[in-house]
């Protein structure tokens, strides 16, 4: 189809309409040129197609559809080609369904545990969101449907999400917020990106230019259009000259009108109009170009198929005495009403109607299973009746394993939760079935990190997140060990919430939200205060054990434009076949800025049989050793040595090796009067000039001059953050020669030079 004909063709009023929605989930059709209208839906973990009335909270019936787990909990597979065919499957279902853009990923950064939709995002760690966005995408695409990447940027709670201001300074924008969106734009070239509700350092999102078009397009390279989310829209006008091509949901008649009143009054360019419209019609172009009629896909196949992710996503947290797997001869009690109705999905947008829900109790089938509810319906009301029951299933059983979960009602889009509990009737359900059964395992059911007081009383713990409609099936594989557990936490799990760096600042004060603990998010907080955890980011059990050894580095100095080799040697030490997913991280041991001790700059997950020894091997270049520079606008290596650490978990890494980085671009350092002596002794050009100046002021020997009252060294440390205009008057106070003004700034001026 040939867009700059049908543009050519079209008015500016046309245009302007083509900027905006025709319906809740349809692009504007405009009939007198033959443009049709395509839909875009949710998104991202199945299909919300609604055909009758509409909502983007998730409340009105979709289509049936599969549910697959959410991105919290694939994020743990840490598995690129589960999630690249996760996104295939959802692309056919898009096919089938004739959706053209499916709303996901969702990848903004889980700043504080207690955020409504962490359930929806894949990790704290930027880097593993941005693997896991791309190849989501990767997958989505390769069946010719597009995918909105969400929610650009900086939205990192519920509260307020509309209006709330999120204040991020300029380094941990591009640190920590943002690198999963640049990661996912530049690898795997979303057909659309979904700017957030929020502003972002005073502007909202849906007005800035700098986040939609500099950042994203100029400096990325996105070539696609940027949709609003549903309802973000401020100013329109506003939103056009930004880059916002799209408003979502439609009809936006009273923005066409604003639009046209604009471009009258001059205050809008008509070429940004055409421009938005352009990208509206690729879209829309681009899937009907690339169109399959007809196509149907397999409800069966694809349930099996998320029951395979959950199964490979699931965390084993804990694992005493190794009480699990379960021998299929032994008899066990299933405990909790989330054995039979399990929670596996979360609430709002992404709420899917679900094709077939199988909870664990039905997928045991066969086995010697048990089953109490435990708990009243709802989760939270305590029922003494059905604690009692409970605790006599689990008495008469061998083991026992309990169900339980964060309440429908407690974790949503929407909202955000207040604290990281459970409802008190589960908790004390798993000490009082523990008090009565030593080999009690607990399943948890939620979409993020929960404290854990009964942590001691449970002998394993299974988090299962909210897998999907089939995890009960997934469940029940790695408790009776077909599927041995190699999912690894893709966030840190703080012993309790008041430990989370964003604490004292989440939700801000009223819509002003300031993220002051700036780049340290999860682990990167946790590892620099040398915090105890629950458990820690990357941390997850297995029913085997892996050995590292052997980590080599191609070189052991190198530029910030080299790229290193890493390899390392992993080996299944146990007795039954596993998947290890092998995590690298880096520190930078002689940054001048304060930087964490290390961060994720790699992963792998590998398969390996009994015995089996398999070499990982990473490729490391810039990036990985780069911290963003605010005085060069731009990623920066700083010279000096790094360590790289290989390891099981964030906490666990026991293979480390060094290597030097020379920086290729050095930053200039510029002097003036408040420069300290310390400050120009950094440079072996000040240091000599310095010597030189002394000597001849008669202060060479400046820290004999303090030795009897305090000791050289202090004297030597007090002198180093003295500013360089005060040696004026020190020269007289040690020798009673004083040095001129001029030659100090003549010394400032070579530095400068
Ligand atoms: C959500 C988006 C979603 C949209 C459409 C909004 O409320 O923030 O993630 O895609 O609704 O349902």
Redesign the pocket.
């Known amino acids: 189809m040939n867009v700059q004909k049908i543009i050519s063709e079209m008015t500016l009023e046309e245009k302007a309409q083509l900027c905006s929605g025709s319906n809740f989930w349809f692009t504007q059709n405009i009939d007198r040129l033959g443009v049709p209208a395509v839909m875009m839906t949710?998104?991202p973990c199945g299909l919300?197609k609604q055909t009758m009335n509409a909502?983007?909270?998730?409340m009105n019936e979709s289509v049936k559809a599969i549910s697959y787990p959410t991105g919290s909990c694939v994020a743990c597979s840490f598995d690129r080609e589960l999630i690249r065919r996760s996104g295939e499957a959802l692309g056919e279902e898009c096919q089938a369904e004739d959706v053209a853009v499916l709303?996901?990923p969702?990848v903004n950064i889980k700043r504080s545990p207690l955020c409504g939709r962490n359930f929806?995002y894949f990790s704290e760690d930027p880097f593993l969101a941005g693997e896991m966005a791309a190849a989501y995408i990767q997958g989505v695409q390769s069946k010719s449907i597009g995918t909105?990447l969400?929610?650009f940027a900086g939205n990192s709670q519920e509260l307020r999400?509309m209006t709330s201001d999120s204040v991020i300074d300029e380094r941990t924008l591009r640190e920590i917020y943002l690198p999963a969106f640049e990661t996912a734009v530049k690898e795997a070239k979303p057909w659309t990106v979904?700017c957030s509700?929020n502003k972002l350092n005073g502007e909202f999102a849906s007005e800035s230019h700098r986040l939609l078009t500099e950042i994203l397009r100029d400096e990325w390279g996105f070539e696609g259009a940027v949709v609003s989310?549903?309802?973000a829209v401020n100013e329109r006008p506003a939103g056009v000259a930004a880059g916002l091509d799209l408003e979502?949901p439609g009809p936006g008649e009273l923005s066409t009108k604003k639009i046209l009143k604009a471009v009258e009054s001059g205050a809008l360019s008509e070429e940004a109009v055409t421009l938005a419209a352009q990208r509206v019609l690729e879209l829309i172009y681009k899937y009907l170009g690339n169109r399959t009629e007809g196509v149907t896909f397999d409800y069966e196949g694809h349930h099996e198929m998320a029951r395979r992710m959950a199964a490979e996503s699931m965390v084993l947290l804990k694992n005493q005495d190794s009480v699990l797997p379960i021998s299929k001869e032994k008899t066990v009690a299933f405990i909790g009403q989330f054995a039979q109705r399990p929670r596996f999905q979360g609430g709002?947008?992404?709420h899917v109607n679900s094709y077939k829900v199988t909870g664990a109790v039905e997928a045991a089938k066969g086995l010697n299973i048990t089953y109490a509810p435990g708990f009243s319906e709802d989760g939270i009301t305590a029922d003494e009746t059905l604690a009692v029951e409970a605790e006599q299933a689990a008495k008469s059983a061998d083991c026992a394993v309990v169900f339980i979960g964060l309440p429908e009602a407690w974790e949503s889009?929407g909202f955000d939760r207040s604290h990281l509990r459970l409802p008190e009737c589960q908790e004390k359900l798993v000490e009082r079935v523990a008090a009565v059964q030593p080999n009690t395992v607990v399943v948890v059911h939620c979409g993020g990190a929960i404290e854990m007081p009964w942590l001691e009383s449970a002998k394993a713990v299974l988090y299962a997140y909210l897998g999907g409609e089939a995890v009960g099936g997934a469940t029940v594989d790695v408790l009776f060990g077909d599927v041995n557990p190699s999912g690894k936490l893709a966030e840190t799990f703080p012993v309790q919430l008041e430990d989370n760096p964003s604490y004292l600042y989440y939700f801000g004060e009223g819509d002003r939200v300031e993220y002051r603990e700036g780049v340290f998010v999860g682990y990167r907080y946790y590892d620099k205060k040398k915090q105890r955890v629950l458990f820690p980011f990357g941390h997850g059990l297995s029913y085997t054990r892996f050995e590292y050894s052997g980590l080599t580095l191609d070189r052991t100095e190198m530029q910030d434009t080299d790229s290193l080799q890493v390899s390392v040697k992993v080996k299944n030490i146990g007795n039954v076949a596993g998947k290890e997913i092998v995590q690298l991280y880096v520190g930078d041991d002689e940054s001048t800025v304060k930087r964490p001790l290390r961060e994720l700059k790699g992963f792998e997950k590998v398969e390996l049989a009994p015995g089996e020894e398999k070499a990982v091997t990473f490729s490391l270049g810039k990036r990985a050793f780069a911290y963003y520079n605010t005085q060069i606008s731009d990623w920066h290596v700083e010279s000096g040595e790094f360590t790289i650490y290989v390891g099981p978990s964030s906490r666990d890494l026991p293979c480390c090796a060094k290597v030097r980085v020379e920086s290729t671009q050095p930053i200039r350092k510029m002097f003036s009067l408040n420069s300290t002596i310390g400050d120009l002794m950094a440079d072996p050009r000040g240091q000599q000039i310095m010597g030189q100046m002394m000597q001849g002021a008669g202060m060479g020997d400046l820290s004999k001059a303090g030795g009897d009252i305090m000791g050289a060294e202090a004297m030597l440390a007090m002198v180093k953050d003295m500013p360089l205009r005060n040696i004026i008057s020190m020269g007289s106070l040690f020798s009673g020669q004083s040095i001129d003004p001029e030659s100090i700034q003549a010394l400032i001026d070579g530095m400068n030079a």
């Open positions: 949710d998104g919300r909502d983007h909270l998730g709303l996901g969702a929806e909105s969400k929610h999400r979904m509700y989310d549903w309802g979502m709002g947008s992404s889009e």
